[in-house]
């Protein structure tokens, strides 16, 4: 079936502008998270969302950072005013409701700020 | 701050076992061990995890210590796709998120 897409997959921009990066989880899964990846570190987790609402957003760096998830599917991370150490990976997984659950993961989106 | 230990690379012969260890000193007893694998320019790949007995699927095996302090991930006939960063994590049963170290690099040489 299909797994977990991001869209895009690398996105260029310059210092200061909006971004907004996209999660498609995998159908019918409840939980959602997003992680960032810097280049030779492991991924950092940013924030999860169990349905429609943030459960844990611990992660998130700033204010500059916020994500959505409106109807319980899709998700968007949104950063505003980008900086170039926003540029990294940006990870999104998703998990079915329930007790040890893996998480599984998408390819990324590959942000660089220039 | 990733509460694992792996050693920082390794490499293995293909066909041949590759044994990967992961200490977890400071886990507690509903806590689960969990290994995911990252190939380059992917996401992370779920492999496999347990609490204390160990497992087996199709990937991989998981022998975890009887005081489950630490464990070992066992690929049994490794391959030049199995060329990964390897990823060894404790969680909850719950749906927290997985913290991550900086895992082992497994080199798979033919």
């Known amino acids: 079936g299909a797994g977990v897409s991001q869209t895009p997959s690398n996105k260029v921009t310059e210092k200061g502008k909006y971004v907004e990066l996209r999660c498609d989880p995998i159908s019918g899964h409840t939980a959602l998270y997003w992680y960032r990846q810097s280049l030779g570190q492991g991924p950092e987790f940013l924030i999860y969302f169990q349905g429609t609402g943030a459960a844990d957003d611990s992660g998130l760096p700033n204010d500059r950072f916020f994500a959505v998830r409106p109807e319980g599917s899709v998700s968007t991370l949104k950063i505003q005013r980008t900086e170039r150490g926003d540029s990294a990976v940006y990870l999104c997984a998703s998990s079915p409701t329930g007790p040890n659950q893996p998480q599984h993961f998408g390819d990324g989106t590959r942000l660089s700020i220039l | 701050d990733a509460k694992t230990t792996q050693p920082t690379s390794m490499d293995c012969a293909e066909g041949r076992a590759a044994n990967l260890p992961c200490n977890h000193s400071?886990?507690?007893?509903?806590?689960?061990v969990y290994w995911y694998r990252q190939i380059h320019s992917q996401g992370p790949q779920y492999i496999i995890h347990g609490l204390k007995n160990n497992e087996t699927n199709e990937m991989a095996s998981l022998i975890i210590t009887e005081d489950r302090k630490s464990s070992t991930l066992i690929l049994p006939h490794a391959t030049l796709r199995d060329t990964a960063v390897y990823y060894c994590i404790f969680r909850n049963s719950g749906n927290t998120p997985l913290v991550f170290g900086k895992g082992t690099r497994l080199s798979v040489i033919a």
């Open positions: 400071t886990i507690s007893g509903n806590e689960y």
